[in-house]
């Protein structure tokens, strides 16, 4: 059983900075790329932000929050991360952890098997 725990979410001023994390249960974490998506408030879907691969040799961004944030992973601690930086408050979402079965990035929503329960950021202006 695949378990994802997010944290890290709060409430920040428009130009601050947040670290969001991820921990995963299961010994085989750094086998799979992972990736974080975000659900804005009145919107049905989750948009892709951001994905690393499973060594963390590639990454991919969303063009709204490229130079912005930064995806890393840890696979000692089972761990990924999304340091987001310049927050804007159309960032306001509430902020999910996907793990993919397969080594390599994808931005697409159905590319990934599992998913956390999400972390609020809100953003105010």
């Known amino acids: 059983q695949v378990q994802l725990v997010e944290s890290g979410g709060g409430l920040v001023q428009a130009g601050g900075s947040l670290k969001l994390s991820c921990a995963a249960s299961?010994?085989?974490?750094?086998?799979?790329?992972m990736g974080w998506f975000r659900q804005a408030p009145g919107k049905e879907d989750r948009e892709f932000v951001a994905?690393?691969?499973?060594?963390?040799?590639?990454?991919t961004y969303a063009d709204s929050v490229k130079g912005r944030f930064t995806i890393s992973r840890d696979n000692a601690q089972n761990s990924v991360y999304l340091q987001m930086n310049s927050l804007k408050p159309e960032d306001t979402a509430v902020y999910y952890c996907?793990?993919?079965?397969?080594?390599?990035?994808?931005?697409?929503?159905?590319?990934?098997?599992?998913w956390g329960q999400g972390t609020q950021v809100t953003v105010s202006s």
């Open positions: 299961g010994r085989t974490f750094g086998s799979y790329a």
């Open positions: 996907g793990r993919r079965t397969a080594f390599a990035i994808a931005t697409a929503y159905g590319a990934y098997d599992y």
């Open positions: 994905s690393i691969s499973w060594n963390g040799g590639s990454t």
